[in-house]
């Protein structure tokens, strides 16, 4: 099975960029498809968008990312990366990325395999 982890968060002031990665191992991300999940405080984790392991793009779920986040796979480099440009301060959660073979998957119980979540925090 494949193992996923996360990087690249931290923080960042409105209005910035972050680019997070997902590193996967174990098997060839290639074989899946992954999704980008967040989870704020006291909320649920909730879809973002997800890539077909074809490389095409899941409709957005998550209206408020529309236009503002990206997804992409380099399966050379066995990565998945969420592009975040024009940050909010609602967009302060904790992301993950997950993976799974069944198609379409929007939802957490979609997805057997998860990283363990990168912290993006956005200051005013």
């Known amino acids: 099975q494949v193992q996923l982890v996360e990087s690249g968060g931290g923080l960042v002031q409105a209005g910035g960029s972050l680019r997070l990665n997902c590193a996967a191992s174990g098997r060839p991300v290639s074989s899946y498809n992954v999704g980008w999940f967040r989870q704020a405080p006291g909320k649920e984790r909730e879809f973002l968008l997800a890539?077909?392991?074809?490389?095409?793009?899941?409709?957005h779920y998550a209206d408020s990312v529309e236009g503002r986040f990206t997804i992409s796979r380099d399966n050379a480099k066995n990565t998945v990366s969420l592009q975040m440009n024009s940050l909010k301060l609602e967009d302060t959660a904790v992301y993950y990325c997950a993976a799974t073979s069944t198609f379409p998957a929007r939802s957490n119980g979609d997805y057997p395999f998860w990283g363990q979540g990168t912290q993006v925090t956005v200051s005013s």
């Open positions: 890539i077909t392991k074809w490389s095409g793009v899941l409709p």
